[in-house]
């Protein structure tokens, strides 16, 4: 550790010492912000600081001052109003007034050093005419060099012209840096006078005209044949995504940013960009309009890289791609519109570090690197925190945890990629630390960990993935109050805690009261935030807010990919979240059994078929499932987890009955939302009702329908209302073939979305006819579509207050037992329930489905709640008030209710 202080000491010692080498003289002059090194916000140096220059006043004379002064022949544009985003720190400058024969800014009359009555909304820029250009070429991104002097327009002779001065003229262009140069002319040649040849750039030339030059070209330059020419390197981004790492593929071509056309866009092209954007991984090459809609012209079609390219650049294509992904109308009215895909091409990438655990996890573990193509271990030699900190930075500004953090695994690494680091921990990148002086990568060694500290959680719900959301301020963890709480909000807390995919939001404490005090309230995010401390908050602790107020979410790991809008039910191919990123299931062995969990486990559904779709491209991180077909979740099967890049075929399902219930505090209640023409929408209450309700439970799977409810009792749900006025019998298979006002046909708002309390247990007389009172009778469950008893062995209080809390949320007040409907009665035996869980089906059962023991099977009277001072009764499993018409229906947790006689 002290060889690394020394070394880290040596080289700060060292950048002191080149900082001082560079110096500026006051009035010197740049431009930032802008397109291209000709353009950009005006900042003068005075006294040792950058600063700006504040627009009262500023005009084109101003402006042709500025730019003769950096090098340019004049002045396009002059811009007020901080046209290239505002500056900060100093305003050096305000109410400027040069007459344009000035060689200098500082010659200009001015108000004084300092003295403004300015913002920095109010930076003065300027657009420059560039004394350099391209010439010959049907692209702004390459052609024959020709320089302003003089007031004419020239070439430059190749004698002497290498890539140094190549790179030069491309960034003062507004290129990233050039490609490739070329000694004899492949562009068309020039026609005008050959101004200078032998030029002379160096790295440290910041303009072309500071390069050493002949400006008298000799004998070998006049006919034009040795014109010097040059391949500018195209800068792209990412547009349209939700982070940065993904989004459709823009490139600039000197004047304007533009997509490119997907015709025959894969996996091999995505590789090449991700590698350009940041030496990341490709995970998907998309198409279509996954990243939105775009307008503009299309700048390049038909790419066909190998994967292999260190730039789209170098990869065969063509420069415009309208022809391929536009479509000509035959009116003058409409002469070019977007066809029906618009077809933009998009990446998905990977950060270019990841940590291997054995769970789901992407927070903790092995850490590998992406380097040259491919993934690798990194050595564990030297390591500690400071390269850790790093890791965490790189993989989303997460914290490094204090318990842990980075001792070295027992697992080896073959052929490292990366050993012995000395990182400060400032690095934006593992990849950018330096190495240890005159150390040699080993062939084998123990493998570098990390361990990120979380920041956000959930707790209280069914699940890992559902619940109350907790956030922690250093060490400190709280709550987040629901005031404003939306899917917004939701989409960015599950984005946070691993990329996973939003279910809905949860207002209320819906899963328990809060274990801790309130950190945020008043969130309000947009919903392409990376953490939710990002969004828009209350000052940390202040709130306003109870113990009924905790905001909470539900996110999903798996989903269903497809193109296709015009379905009825959810189907597409399956993909997983794993380490942040979301690749493919791969099909071998995928049989109806695993698409019965998935589907129960997305949609509270079953599968109608394994379907066949169009296959996805990148990795596949499962294989080999094998489920029973009674498992919640696709984890609680037997399956293989490894990345699979030859994966020949995906996981496909189409679900039955595109119907869920969403933001209940179980599976089977919450509110109506059915699936229309590709997408979710909820059902207004208008007219809503108990038959309505049991076409619902019915449809989810044969369960029984316990109440129907109106006016957003789990919440407003977002996005369309796909139905209005439902009118079911009670024995329709779907809720879609009820009598309704018609698709999207309605007059409603989110207040008046529909709900359902569904339940896979209910209580029957002794002689198996519906119970004269909801609040006593034989239980029964659900099981594989038939309703079976309780056995005796096993039945006790514990099991008995779970049954009386899922049904009417109150207390046992008797366990008894009834005769057995036939000898040949089969249920459920051998119960461990604990009595805290909220379904009984969450109760351990020794066996199931088997013939019971003895004679007598499981029953119970659960307590009665009324409300003081009404006379009302129970309507048999609606659990209503029959003599008034009530504004809620009955919650043991409400202590008032509203009745209207």
Known sequence: MELRHCCVAVATALLSVISLTLSFENGDLRLQDGHNAAEGRVEVFHEGTWGTICDDGFDITDANVICRQLGYSSANASHCCAHFTHGTGDIHIDDLACSGLESRISECPNRGWGEHNCAHTEDAS??????IRLQGSDSTVQGRVEVFSNSNWGSVCSTGWDLIDGDLVCKQLGFPGANATTTTATFTPGTGPVLISEVGCTPEDKVFKNCTMNKTPGPECANHTNDATLVCKRPIKLMGGKSPSEGYVAVYDGLKWGPICAKNWGIEDARVVCKQVGDLAAVEATTGMRFGQVTASYLMSNVGCAGTEGTLDECPSTNNGDNDCFRFAPTETEPMRLNDTNDLAGVRCAPAVRLVSNDYSFLQGKVEVFKNGQWGGVCADQWGPEDARVVCRQ?????????????PSTDSVQDPLLSNLMCTGNEERLQDCPVAPGSQPPTRCNAATARCQVTIRLTGGRHSLEGNVEISKGTEWGNICDDNWGIEDAQVVCRQLGNYEVVSHYSGSQHAPPRYPYLLDDVACNGDEARVEDCYHSDWGTHNCGTSEAAGVSCRNFRLVSDD???TMPKGRVEVVHNGRWGRVCGENWDKSDANVLCRQLYNSSADAVGSFEPGTGVAFMTNFTCRGNETSLLQCSYEKREITDCQSDANVICKGGIRLVGGRTPLEGRVEIFHDGQWGTVCDDGWDFNDAKV???????????????????GPGTGLILMDGVNCIGTESTLESCPHEGWQSHNCQHYEDASAICSDIKLTAPNGTTSTSTLEGRVEIL???EWKSICAKGWDSNAAQVVCTQLFQTDVKNVTLVPAKSSQDTGVTDLRCLGTEKMLSECPSITSQVLCPNKYRASVQCKDIRLVGVGWQYDTMTRVATRYSCTSFFHVHVHVLACIN
């Open 395 to 407: 993989l989303g500004e997460y914290p490094l945890s204090n318990d842990s953090c980075c001792d």
């Open 565 to 567: 809008r015009n379905s």
């Open 126 to 131: 300027v657009t420059c005419n560039g004394n």
């Open 696 to 714: 619902v439970c019915n449809q989810l799977g044969g369960y029984a329908a316990f109440a129907a409810k109106c006016c957003q009792a789990y």
């Open 783 to 785: 099981l594989d579509g």
